[in-house]
């Protein structure tokens, strides 16, 4: 158990629907890291977070935003969904911005 | 922008056996880090081993070690005394150190089968 919590575990919706993912990060930790994997991407960093503020950004899409909040949870939220947005998608968390990255459990999301 | 490159998608070793994951990675920066994870059909992401670009020394966690050979840019786990434990898809990661690409780059993974 790293200590990342995130929820749901799963998550099946119609496409064009619009889905929330929570995070919380292990106490103490400050950063987030949101990451997606699927089979024909492998694994892909979407976007950090560090005390509430964006950090970095990867291969994020549009439809796609997150956020940090006070207590330093984070959620993912997809919108006008599609076929190939079903992946699994991870929570990661680290100390500072310079820590190792502990993963969560992931959210398997299907889209149909 | 940096490449993680794991040119073995399968390999397989027996229980009890010495198995060696390739990772080779392409980037411009002189400090870094490179990590090994683990993922079990559990699909949990798991750390197995960190190495700092900038030692010499390679890394060793209880049965596992890497060879990092910072000039060939390459950095193999190598897994003692295989256990049916073991099984799992193994993921090669690097970080840079500073700015803003602290995200970790993965490679495309290898499959390790153990056989009893």
């Known amino acids: 158990d790293s200590g990342v919590t995130q929820t749901p575990k799963h998550l099946i919706t119609a496409t064009g629907q619009r889905v929330t993912l929570r995070c919380s990060p292990r106490?103490?930790?400050?950063?987030v890291y949101w990451y997606q994997q699927s089979l024909d991407q492998g694994l892909q960093f979407l976007i950090q977070y560090y005390n509430g503020e964006e950090r970095a950004k990867g291969n994020i899409l549009e439809r796609f935003s997150a956020q940090q909040f006070p207590d330093l949870h984070s959620e993912l939220n997809l919108s006008s969904l599609e076929l190939g947005d079903s992946a699994l998608y991870f929570c990661?968390?680290?100390?500072?911005?310079?820590?190792?990255?502990?993963f969560g459990p992931g959210t398997r999301l299907t889209v149909t | 922008a940096q490449t993680v490159t794991q040119s073995q998608p399968e390999m397989s070793v027996q229980e009890a056996e010495t198995v060696t994951l390739s990772c080779t990675y392409d980037?411009?920066?002189?400090?870094?880090?490179l990590f090994w994870y683990k993922q079990p059909p559990s699909r949990q992401m798991i750390l197995v081993i960190r190495?700092?670009?900038?030692?010499?020394q390679n890394a060793t966690e209880n049965r596992f070690s890497v060879n990092f050979q910072k000039a060939a840019k390459s950095f193999s786990l190598k897994i003692s005394d295989s256990q049916l434990g073991d099984a799992a898809m193994y993921f090669c990661?690097?970080?840079?150190?500073?700015?803003?690409?602290?995200?970790?780059?993965f490679g495309s993974g290898t499959q390790l089968t153990v056989l009893p």
């Open positions: 990661a968390s680290s100390v500072g911005e310079k820590g190792e990255q502990y």
């Open positions: 980037t411009s920066e002189s400090d870094y880090y």
């Open positions: 106490s103490g930790d400050l950063s």
């Open positions: 190495q700092e670009a900038y030692k010499q």
């Open positions: 990661a690097y970080r840079s150190p500073s700015g803003s690409a602290r995200q970790l780059t």
